[in-house]
């Protein structure tokens, strides 16, 4: 394979030391030639996943809100399922704050831990009510002072239903980005931090999505399906899942089985 003019191929050292299960991120890659991979690898995703987009169902940025905080430790097509009836019931903040706290149990039911899920909605609601008039705030610094929402969450609700770009890193993006090589940090704020280093910001928040679509679907926690993978030729982790690609192929979940994490 060859590599484009301005996108050096992964280094080797980088290949070497994923492929002896170690970290591979290779703190000799210069910051210009991390950046140029980085961004290569960026616009490749986009080929890779045009149809890429936030797989939670809303209509404004209360229902992301409340819809994003349900989706912890569940999929997003089982929070799917159960908003149409919660937002049907509690079509805003004050109605949610006021909410039967059993028969807001019963609607949440399906995505399990509902009742701990009832309360981190309900205090959400009544603080949205308490503090900003009902409203949804449109700045990280506001929405991060709410209940069970911290920067991920806000990064969500700020990139998609206010349209201010932000990186989500969600268990998948941390996975990925370390993966590529683009960072060796663990913790979530850090690798939000050198991800916005490497990628424009005016793609941060569809950036985010194409990460997210190609965990789900390619790059998986436990078999990466690296022989079927568009970015092989800059990602030094490439072989850490099957590299035969009939094998690989099928691992790649289509878009209906890929919402199972
Ligand atoms: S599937 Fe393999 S080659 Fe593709 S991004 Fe994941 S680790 Fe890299």
Known sequence: ?????????????????AARGGSPFDPDETPLARTRRARRMARELALIHPDAHCELDFTDAFELLVATVLSAQTTDK???KVTPALFARYPDAPALAGADRAELEAILKPTGFFRAKAN?????????VERFDGEVPGRMADLVTLPGV???TANVVLGN????????VDTHFGRLVRRFGWTAEEDPVKVEA?????VPERDWTMFSHRVIFHGRRVCHAKKAACGACGLAQWCPSYGIGP???????ALVRTPAASDTE
Request: glycine content about 8%.
């Open 1 to 17: 394979m060859s590599s484009p003019a301005h996108a050096r191929p992964v280094p080797p050292r980088a290949r070497r030391a």
């Open 78 to 80: 089982t929070v799917n």
């Open 120 to 128: 981190s909605v309900l205090g959400l609601a009544q603080a949205l």
């Open 150 to 152: 911290g920067r991920k």
């Open 161 to 168: 239903a206010f349209g201010v770009p932000g990186l989500t």
């Open 194 to 198: 050198e991800v916005a280093e490497l």
């Open 243 to 249: 590299t035969d690609p009939e094998v690989a192929t």
